[in-house]
């Protein structure tokens, strides 16, 4: 058996979570039963995991539509190949929902993972997106939903027969830091927050009720990762009076990893996503979790977060209070963390995703 993985993601992403999975399944897979037609790519897990040799392209410069720019590029020459190889693959898995490649590849088998409906929300809309994402999943043999959430929301969306989607969770293995980075890298003891912050990811709230309550706390800070503070972003923090009290760090995997070994707690404000992985991070590396009662994260999570109301800032700032003033609470919770993390394993995702494949041979 021979699977083709698109190049879409590779190209499109540097970090994030579709590339992440994809580059830990195909990592685990047999050698000789896969390949990736990229080239243009500066995506870090598929250097990390050494996938495909990779051209960087301007990986020193950022701007908007970059990553779309590079997939536009990448397109004729992975449709080339894909015709040149039509007798060398046996199922094509899609990375991303650009349907360029079903010309390509006839009549075999595509399967497609569906992660989440951000897309179809009301302050997130993307026509294009909702237009490739429904001819995709037409389209599909077989549709890998990232959580039962995920899939109730295809259902309802979406005509499509659940006979076709598997439900597949993501995964999580220990890391290991090496003892030459025992040290913090951030000084102040801190709340964790992870990710982009902007729309359902409620950012916005969360640092409301930070403010709400930081100054009961004054040695505590809040560290962000991805990108810096916008102007906009600024503005606000200026006018709750925590500028100071926010930093970010750009962080790599490793980085991360320390960041949630030394945080207090992470906090993940998010109201909807298609299965939230800084949650399974925060729990393998021992960092206790507080969530938003929402989504998928009680499907993820299970009774080893601390939940409030992601609307209620008051909620919030309740769970905060709760998490910075107990550290019995905190200890239970990275506990039942470590138990939670040991259920979900990046192998077993690996070879739930073989089992789709061979079942459309």
């Not at 019995?328 to 394993?345: D, I, T, V």
Request: proline residues 5%; contains cysteine; charged residues 25%.
């Amino acid at each position: 058996m021979k699977v083709l993985f698109d190049p879409q993601i590779f190209t499109s992403q540097v970090y994030g979570g579709v590339s992440k999975y994809f580059a830990e399944v195909i990592a685990r897979m047999p050698a000789d039963s896969w390949t990736v037609p990229a080239w243009l790519s500066n995506n870090e897990y598929a250097r990390h995991y050494g996938l495909f040799k990779q051209i960087p392209f301007l990986p020193k410069y950022d701007f908007r539509g970059k990553g779309r720019f590079m997939v536009e590029l990448i397109k004729p020459s992975a449709w080339a190949y894909m015709r040149l190889k039509r007798k060398q693959y046996d199922v094509v898995h899609q990375t991303n929902f650009d349907t360029y490649l079903f010309n390509a590849i006839g009549n075999k088998p595509l399967v497609t993972t569906y992660h989440d409906i951000n897309f179809l929300t009301e302050h997130n809309y993307v026509p294009r997106m909702v237009k490739l994402q429904t001819a995709s999943l037409r389209r599909a043999d077989a549709v890998v939903a990232i959580s039962n959430n995920t899939k109730a929301d295809m259902l309802r969306y979406f005509d499509i027969d659940p006979a076709k989607i598997r439900v597949i969770y993501h995964g999580i293995d220990t890391p290991v830091i090496p003892e030459t980075l025992s040290g913090r890298l951030v000084k102040d003891p801190y709340i964790l927050y992870v990710g982009a912050r902007h729309l359902f990811k409620n950012f916005d709230t969360f640092i409301t009720a930070f403010a709400q309550i930081a100054h009961r706390y004054p040695e505590v800070k809040v560290v962000c990762t991805r990108s810096d503070i916008t102007p906009a972003e600024g503005e606000m923090l200026k006018r709750l009076g925590v500028a100071d009290r926010v930093q970010v760090v750009k962080a790599d995997e490793m980085t991360l990893n320390r960041l949630y070994r030394d945080a207090l707690f992470f906090v993940f404000p998010s109201k909807y996503e298609g299965f939230g992985m800084p949650i399974l991070e925060a729990m393998v590396n021992g960092c206790p979790v507080a969530l938003a009662n929402a989504s998928c994260f009680p499907e993820i999570a299970g009774d080893s977060g601390l939940y409030f109301d992601p609307s209620d800032v008051d909620s919030i700032a309740g769970a905060l209070e709760r998490m910075l003033d107990d550290e019995n609470l905190r200890s239970e919770l990275r506990e039942k963390g470590y138990r939670r993390a040991a259920q979900f394993s990046w192998q077993r995702t690996a070879d739930m995703h073989i089992e789709v494949y061979r079942s459309l041979l």
